[in-house]
């Protein structure tokens, strides 16, 4: 039986354009601590597909495991601005406060 970050490996590759498929597999990426992976998934989720916060929030945290941190905070920026866009203050807050600590 395949693991989890196989099959969406898989699904990426039967349709790479497959936005949900890109962020399974780079939430399972994250998981399994491959960064540049996951850095690269979340990316191609980010260009076709309109997040509401959440990923970018996860782009700044591969961002920042792979030693980017201006990367992560402009994700950051980013994932408030979609969050407040998208009516959730409360993800806003959080992305706002991971901010402050990167700072």
Avoid: C, Q
């Avoid at 936005?19 to 540049?36: I, P």
């Avoid at 509401?52 to 961002?63: D, F, Q, S, T």
């Amino acid at each position: 039986m395949p693991s989890k970050i196989e099959t969406f490996r898989a699904m990426v590759a039967k349709n790479p354009s497959n936005a949900l498929a890109h962020f399974g597999l780079a939430n399972e990426a994250m998981k399994e601590g491959f960064w540049e992976e996951a850095r690269a998934h979340y990316e191609l989720y980010l260009a076709g597909h309109d997040d509401e916060g959440n990923a970018y929030g996860r782009l700044a945290e591969a961002y920042e495991r792979l030693g980017r941190n201006d990367e992560a905070r402009a994700m950051l920026y980013k994932g408030i601005e979609a969050a407040k866009r998208f009516g959730h203050p409360g993800m806003a807050d959080e992305l706002e406060m991971r901010l402050d600590e990167l700072a």
